[in-house]
C-alpha cells in the first residue's frame, strides 16, 4: 500500500510505495514556491502536463491538491530495449530486500525509457508514457517492415556484400525451384519429341533449317526451346531425320510470315 508523508520543516511531500525503496512520486518546493517533481529519483521532463498547466508555481495550486493531482498518474513501464545509446537510458529502482530477493544483494527493477519519457503516465493513455508508446509503435512498424523484406528474395544480380543472407537464401530455394521445374518440362518436351515425330527427306530438312534461321528469335521462348531439343534430336536419331509434327507447321507458318513481308 502507498504512504504519503510530508517531512517536517521542508516544503515537500512524497508517495512512497512500499515495494521500492525511492518514492514513486516526489514533490520538492523551493524558497520562490516554484516546485519539482520526482518520479523514483528521476525527474519529469519539462513538457510534462503537470508542469504546463501549473506553470511549475507552487502558487496556482496547493501542495495537497498537486499531490492529488499526481497519484492520478501511474508508472510509465517505458519500452522492450536492453541497449543503452544517446535515446535511452535505465532506470533503475532499489527493491525493499525481503526473503525472495535473498540470493540477490542488490535487489531492484529496471525500466528503460527514452529521453523524454513522462515516467508517470495518464491512466488513459495505458500502462506507458505517449513518448514510449509512440517509439513502441515505430520499431513494431519497423520490425514489421523488415520481416516483410527478409521474406522477400533479392534480385539476381543485387550485390552480396550488400544483401542479407535470408533473402540470397529464399533467391537461391527459388532459382532451384525453377531450375527443377525447367528441368521437368525438358524431359517432357524431349520424351513427347521421341514419342511423336516423322522421318524427312534431307531436302525437306535443310528446307526447315533455313527457315528457322531466316527467322532468327521470331517465335515464343517456348517454340525456341522446343527448337533446341529438336536439334539435340537430329544428332541422336539414327534412322534419319525426324521432326515433331508440331515443328513442321511451326516452321511452315514462319515462311509464310516472312513470305507474306517480302
Known sequence: MDQ?????????????HNEFLYPQIKVIVDDSLGFIVKGFSCSLPDDHPVYLQQKRLAVNITLKNLVKELKAYKLCCGVLWNKLN?????????????????????????????????????????????????????????????????????????????????????????????????????????????????????????????IKTKAGSKGTLSMNLFWQQQQKLFGNNATGVRYH???????????????FML
Not at 504519503?4 to 512512497?16: F, M, R
Not at 509434327?245 to 513470305?259: D, G, N, T
Request: with cysteine; hydrophobic share 30%; glycine share 6%.
Open 4 to 16: 504519503l508523508q510530508s517531512p517536517q520543516g521542508q516544503g515537500d511531500s512524497e508517495k512512497i
Open 86 to 210: 544517446g535515446k535511452f537510458f535505465h532506470n533503475v529502482i532499489p527493491i525493499c530486500a525481503t526473503n525472495k530477493y535473498d540470493n540477490n544483494p542488490f535487489p531492484n527493477k529496471g525500466y528503460w525509457r527514452i529521453k523524454g519519457c513522462s515516467l508517470q503516465s495518464d491512466d488513459d493513455g495505458g500502462d506507458v508514457c505517449d513518448g514510449c508508446d509512440q517509439f513502441s509503435s515505430s520499431v513494431e512498424i519497423a520490425n514489421c517492415t523488415k520481416t516483410q523484406r527478409l521474406s522477400t528474395p533479392v534480385q539476381v544480380q543485387a550485390t552480396l556484400s550488400k544483401t542479407h543472407p535470408a533473402r540470397i537464401k529464399l533467391t537461391l530455394q527459388g532459382q532451384r525451384l525453377r531450375c527443377t521445374e525447367l528441368e521437368r518440362e525438358l524431359s517432357v518436351m524431349h520424351n513427347e519429341l521421341q514419342r511423336n515425330n516423322a522421318e524427312i527427306n534431307c531436302e525437306l530438312s535443310n528446307d526447315l533449317a533455313d
Open 245 to 259: 509434327p508440331m515443328k513442321i507447321q511451326f516452321c511452315l507458318s514462319l515462311s509464310c510470315q516472312i513470305a
